[in-house]
């Protein structure tokens, strides 16, 4: 009986499999068949799956990556990031001129530019915005997006008036900004969600303006039609938007589903059309496929070494560390994926601004290299010799399995190649930046995407005011180097500096870079243009149906 | 009768009490609160302890607790601190009817099929039927409810593309749901439908009505059935106040937009408002479900004296 039992689970399981490797290509041969023998028109509609209804609906408050997803498809601001999903160019402006300074922008809007209810979108829209999220009475998570504006940190701490604030509308299509000192990234960094503008009336209106479709008036390419919670949002087009007719999309439905499972198995079965959170299962089942999409984002997974607690305090350490672990290994062993292993701090995605076309990590290429022998070597120096005497080192890790399931990877390499035993603990994600802040780890599991399209959103972790609650690591010249990039704007100088600092921040392995982060989704073939920039947020401004 | 009525009352006021107290306590004593940071988004401590204050969580323990308590005699159980400005009654005003629509399904589902199931093999006793049944209850009741959804999902969704995935907008988005949520529960029933009335077939009245010479479905809907169905009565609250408020699961797996799963992801988030809340919430229901149960024991049984 057992025996037949186990034959009969065996088939089904053979069967089971081989449907569902075959599912995936008679689904798409099927739907390019239609759009190539149908003329008539196809239904401009995307369904589109988020885990969970995002958390804050008013840009002017929202920090969540989830939420910005959502209001990059509602909301448009001063400048926006292009169809390449790098650059960014004017969406509600038409121009800016920086002064010789280069604190002092002044911003035109375009003519016409108008809410999705048809009134008209003013310079003074955009001052009481930018008010409004420094405004410490509004306390929003987002302020920290506008201190570069001159007075914005002194307003949100209540030690300035909002008159004080560097932003001014000068007429109904002139708006003002003073920045605190040159910040070269101010553009891009305006394509953040905190800097898109609300209408006063709006806000202040009505309790909850972001609760119903009616009094929720935006400024993108899509404006909200219907909402029902943790069901789905539906979006349609913004007939008011600027470039409304080069959107081509009449219906967005962003739905709500929480498992990854159910979320490949809606996929499957067609009944959306974008699926973003792509599992182990699905990377295994569609990535030779032209479904499979991964695409860089500005972001490293790394791990922590706590600086200030042996055997970490001596570079030659965390040097011999990173050197002992094969990365290549991991990314595609472990985590089944298709991202590129780190050899430095500054992802790809982030353009090296004097050599045209070109990523900054193309062009300074790797910062160190693995290398057994030489961690060994290393490790002997410090006074470990096979690892022998070394002090007690603890892995700290969320309760993620892939995390786990990589800490284990690294846990038998450094035992192979280095002869030292770590002990692994995991810990919840609440707690977990706690065990960091008080410094209970040796090394610890670290990640960050930046905002914009420059190497200071990677770079400016690890500088002395940053690290004091997790590395405890400091370079004063590291400091330095980040201090004058900030000052100046001749970019040759910037990106020599950062190269510099890059270097310092590897050859004493203040963190150990693991694998810079690209975002995978599905996207059915008759659906062309869904853009994930290099935040990694989905956006469908360009997208059609075929 | 009143007298009872008004001692249950006071008895569940108490209940509730010590039920928002401990909880209050031990919800604050997990580590981490809803503002500690966050996974990959370094927001500066200052503005972490700004929102704090906003909601009232840097003042101590002991006032945070006479707060809660005053807002909720009037009826207000606070803002959800995950999802900003959506309050914990209209979470709970839109999740739980749907919810109780898909319980309410399974419950009459599972009661049905429970009860036939359970009655059929009483009487065919070790007969094959009998054994189908109860190979069937055993696997039921052995099957863990996420093994059984994802199992359902995969045959149902993925290999036959017969139903679909998420949401509740056609009949045809309840079966697997239901399925889901019954399957237990007819197992358990059937078995404690089955056991009971082996016993009741057994008692004299039915030999008595036997001989009497009253038909077998008489004997069996009639005289039997009456009392071998109290000991599903009693499973009956807690059964509909699980089914009701929901499933984490089921919830989960088949994205359904209600209350189910917003307790285990509340503890998750650390969303004090919506965890209490919801305490609150599923409190007042049982207590209300179990206080049913009882009077229903009195309707159906006659023996059985309230005043007790």
Partial sequence: MKKRIGHLFVTILTVTSLVACSSGAPSGTETKQESGGETAKVEQKIIYALPKEPEQMDPTLNTYSRSSTVLQNLFRGLYKIDESGKKAVPALAESHEIDATGTKYTFKLKKDVKWSDGKPITAQDFEYSFKRVLNPEVGSGAAFYLYYIKNGLAYNQGKAKAEDVGVKAVDETTLEVTLESPTPFFIELLCVTAYYPVRKDVVEGKDGWTKSPETYITSGPFMLTELKPKEKYVLKKNPNYVEASKVKLDTLEIVFIESSEAELAAYSNGEINVSDSVGKEAMTQFQSTPEFVSVPRIGTYYFDFNASRKPFDDPKVRKAFSMAINREQIVSNILQSVEKPAFGMVPYGIPHATQAGKDFREVVGNQFQENTEEAKKLLADAGYPDGKGIPEIVLIVMADQADKDVAQAMQNMWKENLGVNVTIQTFESKVYWDEIEQGNFSIARDGWTGDYPDPMTNLDLFEGVNTGDDIRWSSAEYDRLLKENREISDQAKRMDNYVKAEKILMDEMAVMPLHFLEDQYLVKPNVKGVLKNYIGHTIFEYAHVE | MVGYIVKRFFASLLTMFVLITITFFLMHSIPGGPFSPAEERKVPASVLQK????????????????????????????????????????????????????????????????????????????????????????????????????????????????????????????????????????????????????????????LTARAKGVPEYRVIFKHALKNAIIPIVTYLGPLVAAMLTGSFIVERVFSIPGIGRDFVSGIGDRDYSVILGLTVFFGVFIIVMNFIVDILYAIIDKRVKIEE
Wanted: glycine share 8%.
């Fill in chain 2, 51 to 206: 929102m704090e204050e906003k909601f009232g969580l840097h003042e101590p323990l002991h006032v945070q607790y006479v707060n809660y308590l005053k807002n909720l005699l009037q009826g207000d159980l606070g803002f959800s601190f995950k999802q900003l400005d959506v309050s914990v009654n209209e979470l709970i005003a839109q999740g739980f009817p749907i919810s109780a629509k898909v319980g309410l399904i399974a419950i009459g589902l599972a009661l049905l099929i429970g009860i036939l199931l359970g009655i059929v093999s009483a009487i065919k006793r070790g007969k094959w039927a009998d054994w189908t049944a109860m190979i069937f209850a055993t696997i039921g009741i052995s099957i863990p409810n996420f093994v059984l959804t994802v199992l359902l999902m995969f045959f149902f969704c993925v290999m036959f593309k017969l139903l679909p995935t998420y949401g509740l907008t056609s009949w045809k988005h309840y079966i697997l749901p239901v399925i889901g949520l019954s399957f237990g529960p007819i197992a358990y029933i059937a078995r404690l439908m089955r056991s009971s009335m082996l016993e009741v077939m057994r008692q004299d009245f039915i």
